[in-house]
């Protein structure tokens, strides 16, 4: 008989529900539309679940490009219907939802209009688990009252937890750092899914010990692991897990609700949830799969990555890996990219492969491969190595930095501080730019972020120009659905 159910005080596991944002991101690359979401909203709000995510991560950025739907909407559309279930959303830090640090008056702006707008519980991290780009965040998040979910992005060196880096030493001061920056719950987010079951159980296990604060768990069904890692992380006394409707969860997605709610009844861990009303609602994404099924990745027979057990690069870093040789005439390179990657990791600090330093990584690796080590330098690793980033989790190295920092148009002088202490206000130099397009605070945010797009995107919503047919919602024939 295991601990679960033995007896003992009941302790259910509450789940944050990923549907709404990171289950599509993760199988249709963000574009699921809000008057999709509404037909089984309310339904949504009676489950019981601790949150529901809706907000963040890449769907502020796809909604206004490819969707002509403007972000700020969302939320406030769906607390029309979802009115006892909190809002939380993924905020990257002092990136907000874009791929740069953007001046502190711009990240105050943001999150008071996010909390304005419906957001209830921010879950914030950083690529570098820099807590100093936390700050201006977090202090707007506590001014609002709203619940701040520190994150720590789990990471590996080795094919399981130690090593001289991401040890329990690293996970364990963080979670002690975030507690005492306020957090009101603490988030190990696994964003690669490469966390192995009997490996989070050590974790949270510790973890335990040195908070009281409810432990969150994030992680990817991507290496097939997901499930047994929950299992596992349950068994350990994790409190939160997220996970997604079925037809939403798997590949490189979350573990699938359903399945969890029936393996843990009739335990003192259950969660209460009903099946059937859960399964009801995924017959509503069935349905509405055709006008999606093209951004469903199909070239490979397998649900999951079993590569990234081997080498721990995340699926999605891979993709654009391939895109890249592919430009470069040079897929036959893969193996020496793999190769390359670790090594040109450890020399920029060892980040964690997440957004956006995932993709800085393994641009350079490239690089490194088609041209020679550090011939040619993207201008994201430069500002990586010259510290625009943050404090990286080992020390760069010395000689690499030196070489990349060569001909960086910033100096060749390294900064320490807190990234954000070098950036100028922009907010007002925006307003002047945008001009009378941006009728709203939420319109100059949006451009603030997304320049480019951001303004292209005010001219499509108020009539300066035609919204293209590729952004408008697809048509799905009748019969055509499941």
């Known amino acids: 008989m295991t601990d679960l159910m033995k007896d003992g005080p009941v302790h259910p596991v509450r789940i944050q529900d990923n549907t709404f944002r990171d289950g599509h991101q993760s199988i249709y690359a963000t574009r699921m539309r809000t008057e999709d979401m509404l037909p089984i909203a309310e339904q949504m709000d009676q489950m019981g679940f601790w949150a529901m995510e809706v907000w963040g991560g890449a769907t502020f950025d796809t909604m206004h490009r490819f969707l002509a739907e403007d972000p700020w909407e969302r939320p406030k559309v769906l607390k029309k219907y979802i009115k006892k279930t909190p809002f939380t959303m993924l905020l990257r830090g002092q990136n907000l939802v874009g791929y740069r640090n953007y001046a502190d008056d711009v990240v105050r702006a ?86 192995s079951p009997y490996d989070i159980y050590d974790l949270i296990t510790e973890l335990k010990k040195v908070t009281k604060l409810p432990l969150h768990l994030h992680t990817h069904y991507t290496s097939g692991m997901g499930s047994m890692a929950y299992l596992k992380a349950i068994e350990a006394g994790v409190d939160i897990v997220d996970t997604c409707l079925a037809p939403y969860a798997l590949r490189t997605s979350m573990p699938a609700v359903e399945p969890l709610v029936v393996a843990l009844q009739g335990t003192k861990r259950d969660t209460g949830l009903n099946v059937h009303k859960l399964i ?72 964690p492969l997440v957004t956006p330093t995932s993709q800085i990584v393994g641009v350079q690796a490239v690089m490194n491969v088609v041209a020679g080590r550090y011939k040619m330098v993207n201008n994201q690793f430069a500002d990586l190595m010259y510290g625009l980033y943050g404090k990286t989790p080992t020390p760069i190295d010395p000689e690499v930095q030196k070489t990349v920092l060569k001909r960086h148009k910033r100096g ?71």
């Open 110 to 195: 943001f999150v008071d209009k996010s909390c304005e707008v419906g957001i209830d519980i921010f879950r914030v991290f950083d690529a570098l688990n820099d807590i100093r780009n936390f700050e201006t965040c977090v202090e707007r998040i506590k001014a609002n009252k709203k619940h701040f979910e520190g994150v720590i992005c789990y990471s590996l060196t080795e094919p399981h937890l130690g090593g001289d880096v991401f040890n329990m030493e690293y996970y364990v001061k963080h979670c002690k750092a975030l507690e005492a920056m306020g957090a009101d719950s603490i988030c190990i987010k696994d964003m690669a899914g490469i966390v």
């Open 412 to 482: 060749q002088t390294p900064v320490t501080g807190r990234p954000a202490d070098y950036l100028e206000p922009e907010l007002a130099e925006d307003k002047k730019k945008i001009g009378n397009l941006a009728k709203t605070e939420e319109d100059l945010l949006t451009y603030a972020l997304y320049p480019a797009t951001g303004e292209q995107f005010l001219k499509w919503k108020y009539g300066v120009e035609p919204v293209p047919e590729s952004v408008k919602p697809a048509v799905v024939e009748e019969g055509k659905g499941k």
């Open 280 to 351: 009801q609602m995924g017959d509503h994404l069935e349905k509405i799969a055709p006008k999606y099924e093209k951004h469903l990745a199909a070239n490979k027979l397998s649900l999951i990555d079993a590569g990234v057990l081997a080498h721990q690069i995340p699926g999605g870093m891979i993709s654009n890996l391939v895109s890249q040789l592919k430009e470069m005439n040079a897929l036959d390179r893969i193996d020496e990219v793999y190769k390359e990657i670790p090594r040109t990791r450890k020399e920029a600090g060892t980040p």
